[in-house]
Nanobody, 117 residues
Framework: QVTLAESGGGLVQAGDSLRLDCLAS????????MGWFRQPPGAEREFVGV???????TYAASVEGRFTITRSNRKNTVYLQMDSLKPEDTAVYYC???????????WGQGTQVTVSS
């Protein structure tokens, strides 16, 4: 049973940077695709980006060029580097893990990111 724990959220100003970490425990995530999602206030959860087991990444258009996902299999951790933050990036951010051919099986509890204007 893999457990995911996000950290690094907080309150920042527009234009600032923030890095979120997603630490996995209880299992090796090196073969998993790792996704980041977010849920803005009063809205549905939405896709932010994903990194495959071999490091390929895909991003939502709204964050392309500003957000970067990386992973350290040695540390069993996935990172979401967020630059040039905007107020509309305010949301609870979640990481998720899933095998390549299936839906995401494991989810973290989320971490709040608030961007003030």
């Amino acid at each position: 049973q893999v457990t995911l724990a996000e950290s690094g959220g907080g309150l920042v100003q527009a234009g600032d940077s923030l890095r979120l970490d997603c630490l996995a425990s209880g299992g090796d995530i090196s073969a998993y695709r790792m996704g980041w999602f977010r849920q803005p206030p009063g809205a549905e959860r939405e896709f932010v980006g994903v990194i495959t087991w071999n490091g390929d990444t895909t991003y939502a258009a709204s964050v392309e060029g500003r957000f970067t996902i990386t992973r350290s299999n040695r540390k069993n951790t996935v990172y979401l580097q967020m630059d040039s933050l905007k107020p509309e990036d305010t949301a609870v951010y979640y990481c998720a893990a899933g095998v390549p051919t299936s839906s995401y099986e494991y989810w973290g509890q989320g971490t709040q990111v608030t961007v003030s204007s």
